[in-house]
């Protein structure tokens, strides 16, 4: 089967981040989990052992006292300022502790990973706002069962309840009217919403925080600075300190003109350094799972950090969390990209035969689209009927969707209007990826337009000729859609048991379909850190707490199990700021 179009798919997406993080930002389609900027990736070769041909697990040589040229005491060092180190430091001061902290990036001109989408629950914020509360328990159990009870079980459930108060006290530096600004994604639901979707279930709650993050994180790190701490800028962390016992007991970092610096903790040392996606030694070594899925020469991308954290944990014996979460990278779906017009929708999926082979709504997009990872390499294609508002009101409030209450569906229409004028084109145009497209003639700026190359026509024969699908495969593209639509007018998924309130039938025309090439490997960030216990204090060889040494965000393992799926979108930040809290809080009470 040929192609004859080009979707934007993650690979793509990378390759050029800014037309598509300007896209996305034009756009507002996709929320939860959308980019903005990468942080800096060249800190690896900065680490002493990283790239050597032993390896990233030996550990380099101590660097020795007469080496230090600056020497700082406190209660609490905290390794990292983003979101995991920011909230950490903050508690900890506001909990009596002095704190110092080290980060590589120079205080005015930060860059963050992620965009800040914060999903939560039970915040004043959400009630304020009217989002119903959410059953505590529910929420946790739901968690578990997301993660294959993979997850350190202690850890989430302190996380859960600690997670509503911990966004009201991220949001405290804001004024009344910033707070005004922030919207909560995917809320109000349609009234035909149901928040569970084949058994698992999915709340609205995530709010982005992109627009205020910075101020939100440099506040924290001031009041830590104002309650006695310091803020050591452009310092690269390079190994943690032990004492004869193995308790951490401090960290060394070097500043930017080569000196080193070493901080002495009288508490602990709190390690929230980011993952290691950008790390590809670290990657091919740890994520095993998607190193099988992969070709031997086919690469793993990440937009994280380079594994700092996880390194100097890993060096002073702290056992890896063994189950890999990743975010993306062992799954695949139609278009895969943070731009995907249907947002986390489920819409009629079919591989490179022309034949579903799924339950596109099985959990959320991450679950259903492991399905995707082993089906034939090629083509896959997502397809929906002009009827796309009731699809994408059923979709669920999870990672990846269209926060269509807050933005509308104006860019898709347009997108589909584009498709219906250009024919075989798409809705892209000829070309399919830059410049401009026309939509009844008039020139539309492609930015504006959904990520994918759309297809519209009024016979599925002829969407499938636009699609790419020829000969057999496009006699089973015929035949699966119309199986499709018998299932969904019988009201049951006999083939694959979808639940009902998320089947739609291909039946009201022109008929749409955007299709991606399969790839895998490519994530945003990785999950999987260092095996901690419910304060965030890292285990060791004998899943014992290591004295002095704890780990938040994605330092951290022990929270998502084998793959990122959350009964909340924005997870990942949440999570970080939460645990960031009361690690900081609990390390300040030692
Ligand atoms: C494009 C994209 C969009 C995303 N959007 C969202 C979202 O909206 N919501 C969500 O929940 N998740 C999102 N994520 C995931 C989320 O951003 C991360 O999981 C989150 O940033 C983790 O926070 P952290 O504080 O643990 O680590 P990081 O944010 O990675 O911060 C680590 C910090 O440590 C510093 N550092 C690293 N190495 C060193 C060193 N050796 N010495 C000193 N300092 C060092 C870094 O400079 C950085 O400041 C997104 C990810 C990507 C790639």
């Known amino acids: ?48 052992g990283t790239g050597s041909a032993a390896g990233w697990r030996t550990a380099p040589e101590p660097i020795a006292d007469d080496a230090i040229a600056e020497v700082l005491e406190c209660d609490v060092a905290v390794l990292g300022l983003s979101y995991a180190g920011a909230s950490a430091a903050r508690a900890a001061a506001e909990a009596g502790a002095t704190v110092v902290c080290m980060e590589q990036q120079a205080e005015g001109a930060r860059t963050f990973v992620g965009q800040g989408n914060f999903g939560h629950i039970n915040s004043e914020f959400l009630k304020s706002r009217g989002v119903p509360a959410v059953d505590e328990l529910e929420f946790f159990n739901n968690w578990q069962l997301r993660s294959g009870n993979r997850s350190n079980a202690a850890l989430v459930r302190r996380y859960c309840r600690e997670l509503g108060s911990a966004f009201d006290w991220y949001i405290d530096g804001l004024t009344e009217d910033e707070k005004a600004t922030l919207t909560v994604q995917f809320f109000p639901t349609d009234p035909s919403y149901t928040v569970e979707k084949n058994r698992i279930q999915t709340w609205p709650g995530c709010v982005g925080t992109a627009e205020y993050q910075d101020k939100l994180i440099a506040g924290m790190v001031q009041t830590a600075v104002a309650n006695g701490g310091t803020a050591l800028w452009e310092t690269t962390v390079q190994q943690l300190v032990q004492d004869e016992s193995g308790a951490v007991v401090g960290a060394i970092g070097q500043r930017a003109d080569g000196s080193y610096v070493k901080v002495s903790a009288s508490k602990g040392v709190i390690v929230c350094l980011g993952d290691f996606s950008a790390n590809a030694e670290m990657c091919n070594d740890l994520l095993t799972q998607v190193t099988s899925l992969i070709p031997e020469d086919g690469a793993i991308v990440g937009m994280g950090q380079t594994g700092a954290g996880v390194q100097v944990c890993y060096w002073a014996g702290a056992r890896l969390d063994p189950y890999q979460a990743t975010m993306g990278g062992d799954y695949y779906y139609p278009c895969d990209a943070p731009t995907d017009p249907l947002g986390s929708s489920s819409p009629l999926w079919l591989n490179a035969d022309g034949k579903r082979y799924c339950n596109e709504g099985f959990g959320c997009v991450e679950l259903a689209a492991m399905q995707g990872a082993t089906q034939p390499q090629g083509t896959f294609c997502a397809i929906f009927d002009d009827d796309v508002e009731t699809l994408l009101k059923a979709q669920g409030a999870w990672h990846m969707g269209m926060d269509w209450p807050n933005t509308g569906f104006e860019a898709l229409r347009a997108s589909m209007a584009a498709a219906v004028a250009n024919g075989a084109a798409g809705s892209l145009g000829e070309g399919g990826d830059a410049g401009s497209s026309t939509e009844g003639g008039e020139a539309v700026d492609k930015a504006t337009l959904a990520g994918a190359n759309i297809f519209a026509a009024d016979s599925y024969e002829t969407l499938g000729t636009y699609l790419g699908y020829e000969g057999e495969a496009l006699e089973n593209f015929v035949a699966s859609i119309e199986r499709y639509n018998e299932l969904c007018e019988a009201g049951v998924d006999d083939d694959f048991g979808k639940e009902s309130s998320l089947m739609f039938p291909i039946k009201t025309p022109p008929f749409y379909g955007y299709a991606g090439e399969k790839e895998l490997g490519i994530m945003l960030v990785n999950g999987a850190g260092v095996l901690i216990d419910e304060h965030g204090q890292v285990l060791g060889e004998d899943y014992r707490p290591i004295s002095g040494l704890f780990a938040v965000g994605n330092t951290a393992g022990s929270r998502f199990g084998a793959q990122y799926s959350t009964p909340v979108a924005g997870s990942s930040v949440a999570f970080a700021i939460t645990q960031g809290r009361f690690t900081g809080d609990y390390v300040a009470s030692l």
């Open 1 to 48: 089967m040929t192609m004859n179009q080009q979707g934007l798919t993650r690979r793509t997406f990378f390759k050029g981040a800014g037309l598509g993080a300007a896209a996305l930002a034009a756009t507002g389609l996709v929320a939860g989990c959308a980019p903005q900027a990468a942080a800096p990736a060249d800190s690896a070769e900065a680490l002493a």
